[in-house]
């Protein structure tokens, strides 16, 4: 069974631009959440997605957005990038949200704000 | 709320030594527990798991207890290996909360040979 996958893995882009990232959960999982890790904050909740709606949020801007789609698969959205935007954004994908789960992590897109 | 907090780190050891990294939560409800391992470059791995009280998750030698009374989930490994060097995180997730997971910040560990 393939793992989490996330597209693409590394982005370099200037301030000012917005930037897409794509995640695709393990076949099956309906749930994914997404993270945004920093080495001065750890990890931080941007959001969490199951069935299409947005279930949980974070204490982020409102430049930062998501959605999900029928198959599951996710996207996120930053527009007008910031120098501080620059981190390791990180996709989880768990069964659902009743049973006790595990989230399984994908590895990652690196994002530089240049 | 529910909220997740372990020992600052950098943590640094050399091999075959005792590890513990403490963690300790608060939840309203009757969470689970979680330690990921997360290698340098790489996303986060699931390291092991407790989903009730007095359950003793294990995993390739590291163990930890989930014990209600001190609300804690120590991790533990009685020799550790340069291959440990990573960063390792606490987190929870409470069914009450949608099972929603909630991270520690997450100590790094360095093994010297």
């Known amino acids: 069974k393939a793992g989490v996958t996330q597209t693409p893995r590394y982005l370099i882009k200037t301030r000012g631009q917005q930037v897409t990232l794509s995640c695709s959960p393990i076949s099956g999982h309906r749930s994914v959440s997404w993270y945004q890790q920093t080495p001065g904050q750890g990890l931080q909740f941007l959001f969490e997605?199951?069935?299409?709606?947005?279930?949980n949020k974070g204490n982020f801007p409102g430049r930062f957005s998501g959605r999900q789609f029928s198959n599951s698969r996710s996207e996120m959205n930053v527009s007008t990038l910031e120098l501080g935007d620059s981190a390791l954004y990180l996709c989880?994908?768990?069964?659902?949200?009743?049973?006790?789960?595990?989230?399984?992590f994908g590895a990652g897109t690196r994002l530089s704000v240049l | 709320g529910n909220s997740v907090t372990q020992m600052e780190g950098p943590v640094t050891l050399s091999e075959e030594a005792f590890l513990t990294i403490n963690c300790t939560y608060t939840a309203t409800g009757y969470p689970s527990l979680f330690w990921y391992v997360q290698y340098p470059g790489e996303g986060l791995q699931l390291l092991l798991k407790a989903t009730k009280a007095d359950d003793k998750g294990s995993n390739k030698g590291f163990e930890a207890t989930y014990r209600k009374e001190t609300t804690s989930f120590h991790l533990e490994k009685g020799s550790v290996q340069v291959s440990d060097s990573a960063v390792y995180f606490c987190?929870?997730?409470?069914?009450?909360?949608?099972?929603?997971?909630?991270f520690g910040t997450g100590t790094s560990l360095t093994v010297i040979p």
């Open positions: 987190a929870l997730s409470d069914r009450d909360t949608g099972n929603q997971f909630y």
């Open positions: 997605y199951f069935s299409e709606t947005q279930r």
């Open positions: 989880a994908s768990s069964l659902d949200i009743w049973s006790k789960n595990i989230q399984y």
